[in-house]
């Protein structure tokens, strides 16, 4: 190693996890704020593989959440989206992810972006003692969730969008509009290849 390869800073990168089933704003809006507060390097998108016993009916894989990610991100140089655990399949612990990432990029300081809801359940994180070696948490406050954690985490504070994947996935269900709702390329997308129509689970 050189002396200034030693010496370069380390990335910061963030790290959002979760099945984007389909993704919306309200997660975009959440990772802007967290990547510009902090000032991290990237945010990446991670999209988690389809657990088996979940009954997605008009097969949302893994490749059609991606999809639908790589579109609502076009444009936006902060983000990106990572497929390791779309790669792996089955079910991905937090702390073997976190685990590889670190050992594929080890000139990456990570972060890991959680909403508040997720706070409470650290605890109960498969090797959480473990997992916190391996990343800092950053947490985006919601109402109705105290910032209160036994775990260091790096609290952001962003504007309260209530949108879900479940409310998004019931309106186009019941033939309601998700303008606004999602990134138009995202709709058109949805439109296009009639997702989520006929769901059967909300
Ligand atoms: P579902 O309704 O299926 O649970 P979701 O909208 O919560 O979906 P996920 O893919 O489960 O989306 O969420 C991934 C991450 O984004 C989680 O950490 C979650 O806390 C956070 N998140 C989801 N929706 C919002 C929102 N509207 N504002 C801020 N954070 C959000
Ligand atoms: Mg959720």
């Given at each position: 190693l050189t002396e200034m390869t030693i010496n370069?800073?380390?990335k910061r990168v963030g790290i959002m996890g979760g099945t984007f089933n389909p993704i919306h704003n309200g997660h975009l809006i959440m990772a802007d704020q967290v990547g510009t507060q902090l000032g991290l390097d990237k945010v990446l998108f991670m999209p988690?593989?389809?657990?088996?016993?979940?009954?997605l009916k008009k097969a949302i894989d893994g490749r059609t959440r991606a999809r639908l990610i790589r579109r609502a991100i076009t444009g936006n140089p902060l983000f990106d989206l990572e497929t390791l655990e779309l790669q792996r399949g089955g079910k991905s612990y937090s702390y073997n992810t976190l685990l590889a990432l670190t050992q594929l990029h080890p000139d990456v300081e990570y972060y890991f972006i959680i909403g508040a809801d997720e706070v409470e359940y650290l605890p109960t994180w498969y090797r959480i003692d473990d997992l916190l070696q391996l990343?800092?948490?950053v947490a985006v406050k919601r109402k109705g969730h105290e910032q209160l954690s036994r775990y260091p985490v790096i609290w952001v504070d962003s504007p309260m969008i209530e949108i879900s994947s479940?409310?998004?996935r019931r309106r186009i269900?019941?033939?309601?509009?998700?303008?606004?709702?999602?990134?138009?390329?995202v709709e058109d997308y949805i439109k296009e290849h009639k997702l989520y129509q006929d769901d059967k689970k909300d």
């Open positions: 370069q800073p380390k988690n593989a389809t657990p088996p016993h979940v009954d990343t800092t948490f479940t409310d998004i269900k019941y033939g309601q509009s998700i303008r606004y709702l999602v990134p138009e390329a």
